[in-house]
């Protein structure tokens, strides 16, 4: 049972002795999303009171409905109450301060119970979700069950709550992905979550529209380092990116491993042809993959085997066989097949950082599968929150593809022009759907290996039909 006592927001659900349904009930603020047995947290719409539109859930199941109590909730509530007399209605101040401190109390229970449970947070710049997605493949082979992670990028202020009410009595490991695009963001996630472990994956140029600086970025997501110290008194493991000038700042406690590929490093990784080698005080760990492209994955899957094998040494064996199986996620550094033909698809998210990374690994990946680089053809859609520098980073970027020699490339969006002042070789498109059918009809036909990636805005995936 959690102790609420301490919650203001909450006090018909301690009135009700509903604490019992965390995690057993489903919580969701979306109505597409909700399933039985389930409960819904209105939150207030912009345009839309949500509490209009739940009839449907509360014939399927929903146990329990928190709203913020207002004059018109309290008079759309009553009505419900009469046709649905079975299910819970429970008043608060505020739904998000409500999901907040209930999911934060439910965790801190969870732990208390047992000591050896694990909050893993993951935050950076690039890599977290492919992070979250590579140790959810791994651990759900090792312990299934008893793990619990971020589902898709639900990872902001909404998400990481709702994560965390998904945690049982069986649960041992959760993974939690920590999203910012503003200052103060990833405090306001350790707060609620409270991680005893972690990493952070990488500084770059990030949303810099709303930090202005990759120093304000690392004062952003290295925070959780300093979370995790202050949750543990400076013992929780956690992760150190040596090869990182920004994180490799950051001091060694009992706690922490410095890993990459510097001499600094206590966990020294090696690249191979098939994927990476760790070694760490006696343990040597390989990651072998031939689903993932690019040096950066390869890092990525070795770190996150090497995460794997700190907390479940005895599952070693294992783990060597969960890396060989992983497979990225949809849209997200992807290997498609087109009309028979092998297309690299990112279409989720970019970046100055991950764009130059993704493009060395399709290279190399190119190149080791026999193609020619006149037979590449590589389609780059804009890098959104850069804030005033947008321009200069595109065309860096079309500097970086000129050097790696990539011949046939095509800008899409509001960037192009940026992107040309780099790489003037290049072709210009104003949007995914009017490219669409030259890419079908020419492209395609022309071109033996394609890469495709631009942030989510620009719909990349459109140019396959892929939904």
């Not at 770059?204 to 709303?210: D, K, M, R, V």
Request: proline share 4%.
């Amino acid at each position: 049972m959690i102790n609420l006592s301490h919650l203001n927001y909450c006090p018909s659900i301690m009135e009700n002795n509903f604490t019992h349904l965390t995690g057993a009930l489903n919580f969701t603020t979306d109505t597409r999303k909700f399933h039985a047995p389930g409960a819904f947290v209105a939150i207030p719409g912009a345009k839309v009171n949500s509490l209009t539109l739940i009839d449907s859930l509360l014939t399927r199941g929903c146990q329990l409905v928190v709203y913020q109590a207002d004059s018109d909730n309290i008079a759309i509530v009553q009505k419900l109450k009469v046709k649905y007399p079975t299910t819970t209605f429970t008043p608060v101040k505020d739904s998000v301060t409500f999901l907040q401190e209930f999911s934060h109390a439910h965790i801190l229970e969870w732990q208390k119970q047992n000591p050896k449970n694990t909050v893993f947070a993951i935050s950076g710049s690039n890599g977290k979700t492919t992070h979250k997605e590579m140790l959810a493949h791994i651990l759900k082979a090792i312990i299934p069950g008893k793990l619990v992670a971020t589902e898709k990028n639900n990872n902001n202020h909404l998400g990481v709550p709702l994560t965390l009410l998904n945690v049982t009595k069986d649960t041992e490991f959760v993974i939690l992905e920590l999203g910012s695009n503003h200052p103060g963001e990833i405090k306001v996630l350790c707060d609620i979550a409270e991680p005893n472990a972690g990493l952070t994956t990488n500084i770059g140029a990030t949303h810099l529209e709303f930090f202005g600086t990759e120093e304000k970025v690392f004062e952003e997501e290295g925070y959780l380092y300093h979370a995790v110290k202050s949750v543990t008194g400076g013992k929780g493991f956690f992760l150190i990116n040596k090869d990182d000038p920004f994180l490799a700042k950051f001091p060694s406690t009992s706690g922490t491993v410095a890993y990459g590929e510097s001499s600094d490093a206590e966990a020294r990784i090696k690249f191979l042809d098939g994927g990476a080698q760790l070694n760490y005080k006696g343990l040597e760990l390989v990651a072998l993959n031939t689903h993932i492209t690019g040096r950066h994955n390869k890092l990525n899957l070795i770190t996150c085997a090497f995460v794997a094998a700190h907390f479940y040494p005895q599952y070693k064996s294992f783990i060597d066989v969960a890396v060989a199986e992983f497979r990225p996620t949809k849209n997200r550094s992807e290997w498609i097949e087109f009309q028979k033909k092998p297309v690299f698809l990112d279409a989720y998210n970019a970046n100055p950082s991950s764009m130059r990374a993704a493009l060395l690994g399709f290279k190399e990946s190119a190149l080791q599968q026999g193609f020619q680089l006149t037979e590449t053809c590589v389609v780059l859609g804009d890098m959104n929150e850069l804030g005033n520098n947008a321009p200069k980073y595109h065309q860096e970027l079309g500097n970086y593809i000129s050097e790696l020699g990539l011949p046939n490339v095509y800008f899409v969006g509001r960037y192009a022009d940026s992107y040309l002042k780099g790489f003037p070789k290049g072709n210009k498109r104003a949007s995914s759907l009017e490219f669409k059918p030259e890419y079908r009809r020419e492209c395609i036909n022309k071109y033996s290996i394609h890469f495709i990636k631009g942030s989510r805005s620009l719909q990349l995936e459109s140019l396959f039909d892929i939904t």
